[in-house]
């Protein structure tokens, strides 16, 4: 059937094979996303951060090229898309492409087979990427594959099995790749497809053909418009005026720079065929909204063939490192060049290259006059009512030559914190410059050619230190970057930018000047990093033990991967349901003197706005109920506003998207607005008047000795960053109204808490509240207590409105409304004696808790901080530090992380203090009863080589002036403690057999359900199959414990063996009267007796043999650092983790590989930048708050579990797993000191200093704490 978009009123599409409209019932900001998951009912497409930043959202889609009319295939961010875009288009989903029904696709098992998906929440959007790829191009290489998904980001993995599953995917070749099933018929796909369905592609080819535009009046009011000729949009603003409309190209820019509502008039100019076409004269002339992804795929072809285009392939590259594919695959260079336009303040990679190269652009007004600009006098003209026509680019002859730089803080899908582009025509000579094209993005809105240095270098020999070091000089003088938060700071960006012209330098001068260690400053660490990284991992298992110890797939993998596993807003659209979005404070501290609502009422769709005096009950999403939670916490601030984007109102609407974006139609009216510097930091609090009382004294440790023979004296402050969660799955609560009371569908890691905080909040019994949580799609602690925000605040709506009511906390507002890991500060004084044995310690810990004392971590410091020293001799004093800020909470090992950390570093310090191994100094402080085996550690560092990695690492660095490696090591005892009580039932149903638990502790991906189907298996000796898991639930398990700590499945794992326990004892009188019979039989006859085949069991602090234990671990990295840019790649890393006698190994592997890969990304990228001034947080979104990506992952990444380990104090043989091997990450910040050392060095700075570093260890810090001198750029 033809897909004509018929009529003047709805755009017609696919979605999976079945044939949906869109029109004048849907507002504009409808977003593929929500259509398919709100209107198709499609969940297993997710979303997070709904600016193209995430991937989660990634859908496939068919449709026909605007230029060639062929039938293509691309993935997209289906966030970014207006649903009105899709006119035509064929869009499959992951539902789409293999579910239980028709069968799994192979993409979709193998992620599943490599262990590829824990909480599963990114699996979806990693999948159609690969599809997406695969379709354009089944014989895919291994390093394609490891560069094509920049788009996807996954925060539990760390990335090496989903490499490692869709590499696999690669190496095969066509005939596993048909397995590929066909969204249209279900089955195995054919490859008939294109004669079979001719007349799918007719739509398109008739749009194509059409000229009159096509209008539709949305429910908004905005109007939209096909139009299939330029002159159409003239001819239309004419009409409806000039004054809000927008192109609409692929809609991503809001990506970059988000839109809070849309222009009245909109234009979809993607079949506009004149915009999107190219030719060749002299010039190449290129339809300005050509995708960026068909530019580089020109590019490629051009550079190629055509030895004046010779310098597109540079173009292509640098291309190929803006945004990330599916963003590539829509965004246009015009909607590039505008967003430059509009915020010239965006380090627009494009205008860069353009301009770098000497393009025009060409506009056309609406008398359709031709202007053709050059990139400096575009940005200073007017367009409204221009639409960007064309491109041209020129060609060159040899004699230039063209080198360009994006520096970014992760490897892939970020945007420059610096660019530059160096176009140079050299003379015939090729040393003498004719003419300079320098052109720099990130300095200052107003700056991009450096004219002064361009005139300098005319006619000059650049290839000698003389005119280097001019030139460098007035670059220095002409590039003045402005501060402009959370961009580096201005003295780092100047620096690179001078660094990246020295780069250019090197690379362009001939070999024969340049001296051999200088070479290595042309390349970055994209051209350094190997294109392919492999992961290895070892472990043991007894197959005599089997299901226990055996390395099973997760039970919810495959579901998972195939976005069928239910997430709390994957429930279907529910009747009357209403959104509640938070509103939030835009001052510090201030009363609160009225809410006036009236502007976001008079929003079509806005049912109401609730404050604090609408809370029926207590005004606290938290219920003070142990050590770890001893306060009450604001839902909604009533009279003063105690941080900056406190929330303050719930705004409700009968869509998301709405209740999103009329929040900012909400006056607050304050008084006595706090108009001096809050007390933001630990320094800031130190310093303040002691009757505030913001420093408290906590834990401690005291030395019981102090040894005599101190020879030399350590000084020194760590420090430890702040940490998002960054969790997939965002805070997510659904509450129904029920009878009484109200069933709420959370994604909570304690749902016990959740229960009394939301019945307090609605003043009714904690009975009336029934919380069920099937699984959480990350939480990493930020779903113990903060996630409570979003369920007090939809239970409370639910209440008020008696509706249905669904809370999704936009991504903007968890990170601005909520605390992080806590930053934390730690001053020591360490005596040591000649060979670096500590004769006592004396340190003091601030840990900057927020506003309130809630999920402090000084226990957990104190607890961790010895780590496997002798502590006798140390004194250490922890504080917690009140700020004016949301309340920090726990992260993946709280405390645990910094403690560690903390003492590895005074370890390094120390070993550099008395020039001594630090592996020696580390063993000669071990203690007697918690070390490791000093043997452990030989064997470890001699199975990976280390010793001579040190010695090639020296020579390297002799070699390299620009680029240095560091190699370190370090060592772990975390201490493993038992907080409280865990429940679990267990079910057998005498039908069959069967058996279902249900666990108290929540699936928040690190596999507890399967383990815990593996123990129920072993202790009934059923086959594992036979044995399910039911969600969390409160009322089969009430009162249990958050699950933190990484002790749930332990705790868990003792409750089934004792619940199974119970039965077994229960059927041990059936069984003695029915020695042959089978299971079922059993079970059968027992239930005839009137035997309770159910059974349930606490496990907790005060259960009979459950004692406190150690996990030891090892790791080691080896870093290479870019000195002149900062920037670095992980070229190896070895983790050594016991975890006992693991109850699945494999999944136990999956937790080292996440948990360490997270802190890496702690210790080395994720910045939270701050205004200290007001608390304002600078970087709130996925454009500016960067992750580890899967480009940035060790290159060389391999786990080891300790072979033949049994912990005789844990369950079954096992030891907690999820958060220690976080604690080994630090060891990344030891070896880039070493590197950075190597560099001082060579600066002729001090060898025996030990180098303070700023963490995260960011490119500035490291060039900060490199800090070269200019002078030293040098060619010879
Ligand atoms: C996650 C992400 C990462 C990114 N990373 C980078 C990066 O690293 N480097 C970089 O340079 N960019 C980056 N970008 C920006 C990206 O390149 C742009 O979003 C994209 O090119 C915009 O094109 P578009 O067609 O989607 O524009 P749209 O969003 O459709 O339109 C943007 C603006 O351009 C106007 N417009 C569009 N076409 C025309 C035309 N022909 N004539 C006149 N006006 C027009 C529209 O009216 C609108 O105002 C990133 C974007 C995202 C979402
Ligand atoms: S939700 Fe679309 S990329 Fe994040
Ligand atoms: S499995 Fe990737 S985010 Fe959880």
Not at 777 to 797: D, E, P, Q
Request: glycine content about 6%; proline content about 5%; some cysteine.
């Amino acid at each position: 059937m033809p897909v004509t978009a018929s009529g003047m009123d709805k755009v017609c599409f696919f979605i999976n094979g079945i044939e949906y409209s869109a029109g004048c019932e849907l507002p504009s900001y409808t977003t593929l996303n929500e259509f398919i998951r709100r209107h198709a009912e499609l969940r297993g497409t997710k979303y997070m951060c709904l600016e193209g930043g995430c991937g989660t959202c990634v859908v496939n889609v068919k449709a026909t090229h605007p230029n060639t009319h062929e039938r293509v295939s691309f993935s997209v961010n289906s966030c970014l898309v207006v649903i009105f875009s899709c006119d035509g288009w064929e869009i499959t989903t992951v539902e789409g492409i293999g579910n239980r029904k028709i069968g799994y696709n192979i993409i979709q098992k193998r992620l599943n087979q490599n262990f590829g998906s824990q909480c599963g929440y990114c699996s979806p959007g990693f999948v159609m990427s690969m599809y997406s790829l695969a379709e354009n191009n089944p014989h895919l290489s291994a390093a394609e594959v490891e560069n094509s998904l920049g788009s996807n980001l996954c925060r539990c993995t760390g990335y090496r099995p989903i490499l490692d599953a869709f590499k696999s995917i690669a190496l095969k070749d066509i005939e596993e790749l048909d397995e590929l099933t066909c969204p249209k018929t279900g089955r195995t796909c054919t490859k008939t497809c294109e004669s079979e369905d001719e007349d799918w592609c007719l739509v398109n080819i008739q749009g194509l053909s059409l000229t009159k535009p096509k209008k539709i009046a949305l429910a908004d009011g905005r109007l939209w418009f096909e139009v299939y000729e330029l002159k159409s949009v003239f001819d239309i603003l004419d009409k409806v005026g000039y004054e809000s409309y927008m192109l609409v190209g692929g809609n991503t820019a809001r990506g970059v720079r988000p839109i809070k509502s849309f222009p009245l008039v909109l234009f979809n100019i993607s079949n506009l065929h004149e915009l999107h076409s190219h030719y060749m004269d002299v010039n190449l002339v290129l339809g300005a909204s050509i995708t960026l992804t068909d530019t580089i795929n020109l590019f490629q072809d051009i550079s190629t063939r055509d030895p004046n285009f010779r310098y597109l392939e540079v173009l292509r590259a640098h291309i190929e490192r803006v945004a990330h594919i599916p963003v590539r695959n829509i965004g246009t260079l015009a909607g590039n060049l505008v967003l430059k336009h509009e915020y010239p303040d965006f380090q627009s990679d494009i205008f860069l290259l353009l301009d770098g190269v000497g393009a025009t652009v060409t506009l056309v007004d609406r008398t359709l006059t031709r202007t053709e600009l050059n990139m400096t006098a575009f940005l200073n003209t007017n367009i409204v009512g221009k639409v960007i026509t064309q491109i041209k680019l020129p060609p060159f002859s040899n004699h230039y030559e063209l080198v360009t730089y994006k520096v970014t803080p992760r490897e892939q899908n970020a945007h420059a914190d610096i660019n530059a582009a160096f176009l140079f025509q050299f003379g015939s000579d090729r040393r003498n410059i004719i003419q300079a094209r320098i052109v720099y993005g990130g300095i200052r809105p107003t700056f991009s050619h450096a004219y002064v240095a361009e005139a300098f270098l005319k006619n000059k020999n650049i290839f000698n230190n003389e005119t280097l070091q001019a030139a460098l000089h007035h670059l220095d003088i002409e590039i003045q970057p402005v501060y402009d938060p959370p961009q580096p700071s201005p003295l780092y960006r100047k620096k690179v930018a001078l660094s990246l012209f020295y780069k250019a330098i090197i690379k362009l001068c001939p070999p024969e000047i340049l001296k051999p260690c200088y070479a290595s400053g042309a390349s970055s660490v994209t051209d350094d990093r190997p294109p392919i990284s492999s992961g290895y991992q070892e472990y043991d298992t007894d197959v005599n033990d089997y299901p226990l110890t055996q390395p099973l797939l997760k039970r919810e993998g495959m579901i998972q991967c195939a976005g069928e596993a239910v997430y709390s807003d994957d429930i279907p659209a529910i009747k009357d349901e209403v959104f509640a979005a938070f509103v939030l404070s835009t001052v510090p501290k201030a009363d609160i003197q009225s809410i006036d609502a009236t502007e976001a009422l008079k929003v079509k769709g806005v049912i109401t706005v609730l404050t604090a005096a609408d809370i029926p009950g207590m005004n606290s999403f938290v219920f003070p109920n142990d050590a770890l939670l001893p306060e009450f916490e604001v839902l909604l601030a009533s009279k003063k506003v105690q941080y900056y984007n406190q929330p303050v109102a719930l705004v409700v609407a009968n869509t998301m998207a709405l209740a999103d974006q009329v929040k900012s139609l909400i006056k607050i009216n304050y008084s006595n607005i706090w108009d001096k510097p809050i007390v933001f930091t630990i320094e800031q609090a130190l310093e303040a008047p002691k009757e505030e009382n913001r420093v408290k004294p906590r834990q401690s440790i005291s030395p019981t000795s102090r040894g005599t023979n101190v020879q030399k004296i350590v000084k020194g402050t760590f420090i430890s960053p702040r940490q998002y969660h960054f969790m997939m799955e965002l805070h997510t609560t659904v509450t129904i109204p029920v009878d009484n009371g109200f069933e709420i569908q959370s994604a909570t890691q304690y749902t016990t808490q959740l229960q009394s905080a939301v019945a307090r909040v609605l003043n009714v019994p904690e009975s009336f509240i029934i919380v069920k949580t099937r699984r959480c799609g990350g939480a990493f602690g930020s779903k113990y207590i903060r996630s409570n925000m979003a369920a007090c605040a939809s239970a409370l709506v639910a209440k008020i409105l008696n509706r249905p009511c669904r809370v999704v906390m936009h991504l903007y507002d968890i990170m601005r409304a909520t605390g992080k890991r806590p930053n934390s500060r730690l001053d020591y004084e360490v005596g040591v004696d000649d060979n670096g044995v500590i004769q006592y310690l004396d340190a003091a810990w601030y840990i900057n808790d927020g506003l309130s004392l809630n999920e402090n971590e000084c226990d957990f410091v104190v607890g961790n901080f010895p780590n496997c020293y002798d502590l006798t001799r140390w004194k250490v004093q922890t504080y917690s530090v009140v700020t004016d800020a949301p309340t920090n909470c726990f992260m993946r090992a709280p405390g645990s992380i910094e403690a560690i950390a903390g003492i590895e570093h005074i370890m390094d310090h120390i070993s550099m203090k008395v020039n001594k191994d630090p592996v020696l100094v580390r063993i000669s402080n071990y203690s007697p009863e918690t070390s490791l085996p000093p043997l452990m550690v030989t064997d470890f560092l001699q199975r990976i080589d280390f010793s001579k990695r040190e010695a090639d690492v020296i020579v390297f660095n002799a070699h390299h002036r620009w680029k240095k490696r560091g190699i370190n090591f370090v060592n772990m005892a975390f201490s493993v403690e038992f907080p409280s009580n865990f429940i679990v039932v267990v079910n057998v149903y005498f039908g069959d057999g069967s058996v279902i638990l249900s666990i108290g502790g929540i699936e928040i991906g690190q596999g507890l359900y399967t383990r815990m189907a593996q123990v129920a298996a072993r202790e009934l000796n059923v086959h594992v199959e036979r044995v399910t898991i039911a969600p969390s639930f409160n009322f089969a398990t009430p009162n249990t414990f958050g699950t933190v700590a990484s002790v749930t499945t332990e705790c868990c794992a003792r409750s089934v063996i004792d619940a199974c326990n119970q039965i077994k004892a229960r059927l041990a009188p059936v069984r003695a009267d029915m020695p042959n019979a089978t299971w079922e039989q059993i079970v059968f006859a027992a239930n005839d007796r009137g035997i309770l085949l159910q059974a349930n069991s606490l496990t907790g602090p005060y259960t009979p043999g459950v004692r406190p234990y150690k996990v030891y671990g090892l790791a080691a990295i080896e870093v290479e650092l870019d000195i002149l840019t900062g920037r670095k790649w992980i070229v190896r890393a070895d983790v050594y983790e016991d975890c006992g006698r693991s109850i699945n190994p494999a999944l136990d592997v999956g937790q080292v590989e996440g948990a360490f890969i997270q802190a890496l990304s702690l210790w080395t990228l994720e910045d939270t930048v701050y205004n200290e001034y007001n608390g304002k947080l600078y970087n709130y979104r996925t454009w500016n708050y960067k992750i580890y990506g899967a480009k940035d992952i060790p290159n060389d990444y391999r786990i080891y579990l300790r072979r033949r380990s049994v912990n005789p104090d844990g369950v079954l043989g096992s030891k907690a797993v999820s958060e220690p091997p976080s604690c080994m990450a630090y060891v990344i910040v030891n070896a880039i000191r070493d590197a950075i050392r190597a560099s001082r060095l060579d600066s002729g700075y001090r060898a025996d200093e030990f180098i303070p570093i700023g963490v995260p260890v960011t490119n500035e810090n490291v060039v900060r704490a490199a800090d070269v001198r200019i002078d030293e750029y040098l060619l010879y």
